[in-house]
């Protein structure tokens, strides 16, 4: 007690001082955002990492079932999970020259434009963006349509069969990659402009007065001053590209058909608001965020070391 006596004094006495030391302003403006992550973020992360080794069917009055691992077990044992793994990169390798070649692409083509056409362009390659997307996924099912829609009978009037986009196995992942790819052209293709539009007009200037020809600049100045946006864009596609398609999953195919249209975030929807299994829909969760995560800080160590950044 002598001891602790002797220390405690001193000790609240640097306590203090550090305290004091401190500036108060940058901890009460950070307060908020710090309070708003903890309430929305790692709260319920914290939540659902403790739901994973419970059974819950979600009723307010049900028990909550200690299982211990089991839930974990059984995931990594059920065909629908792997499936569903499966699908997700379907669906991220697929989205990928949608969301960042074509933008790209366009983006540096479309660059020159001047007065009326660069408006009729930006007019036409951001409508996609501003459609609410359920709104988008009933537009597309009508195009879509195996019997009425725009696009059988374009097919028809060419002597062509009719494709049932959105019912047959091989089509249906696909049909729902274009239509999420489609809805994020716009997105993309306006982040790459701006990127290009803070590009120094001298270095392309002193190029092309040294005799390099277009494809030149862009291989040797444009797509390497891009390459951080370029990063990112993919980095956002990884990470979050099988997440846009939910609405159009959702709305088209629910998952199907067989389970071919599925995919992680759809199947962890399916485990908690349609069988009611907030374990498995949480274990489902708390993989797909550990797995995401390790391949979040992958790219981001990749992007460090390979992007090009003009000081």
């Known amino acids: 007690m002598t001891e602790t006596a002797t220390i405690a004094p001193p000790l609240r006495g640097v306590l203090s ?18 309070a708003a992550l903890i309430v929305w973020i790692y709260a319920p992360l914290g939540y659902a990492l403790w739901l994973s080794f419970h059974e819950w069917n979600m009723l307010p009055f049900a028990s909550i079932r200690s ?26 390798v697929g989205l990928l020259p ?10 540096i083509l479309t660059h020159e434009l001047k ?24 537009v597309w099912r009508w195009i879509l349509d195996p019997d009425f829609g725009l696009l059988n009978t374009g097919l028809k009037a060419l002597g062509l069969e009719p494709l049932r986009f959105l019912q047959d196995p091989d089509l249906t992942i696909w049909s729902i990659i274009w239509i999420t790819g489609w809805k994020l052209i716009g997105f993309s293709t306006l982040i790459v402009s701006a990127s290009l539009a803070n590009i120094n007009p001298s270095l392309i200037e ?4 040294d005799g390099a020809s277009e494809w030149q600049v862009t291989r040797r100045i444009r797509l390497p001053l891009l390459s951080p946006v370029i990063f990112l864009l993919i980095l956002l596609t990884i990470l979050l590209g099988a997440q846009w398609s939910f609405t159009y999953i959702h709305v088209l195919t629910q998952g199907g058909p067989l ?15 349609g069988g009611l299994a907030a374990g498995w829909a949480s274990a489902a969760g708390i993989i797909l965020f550990a797995g995401f995560g390790l391949v979040a800080v992958a790219l981001l160590w990749l992007m460090n070391k390979v992007t090009f950044h003009d000081n």
């Open 17 to 34: 001082h550090w305290l004091r030391r401190q500036p108060l302003a940058p901890w009460l403006y950070l307060a908020p955002a710090a």
């Open 259 to 273: 389970g071919t249209s599925n995919n992680i975030y759809y199947l962890l929807w399916q485990f908690g608001f």
């Open 115 to 138: 007065g009326r056409w660069r408006n009729i362009y930006r007019g036409l390659i951001f409508v996609p963006l501003i459609i609410a997307p359920v709104a988008a996924a009933a």
């Open 67 to 92: 299982v211990g691992t089991q839930n974990y077990e059984r995931l990594l044992e059920l065909p629908e999970m792997g499936q569903a793994l499966r699908n997700t990169l379907v669906y991220l």
């Open 206 to 209: 002193a190029a092309r007065m």
């Open 98 to 107: 949608l969301t960042v070649v074509l933008p790209v692409a366009a983006a």
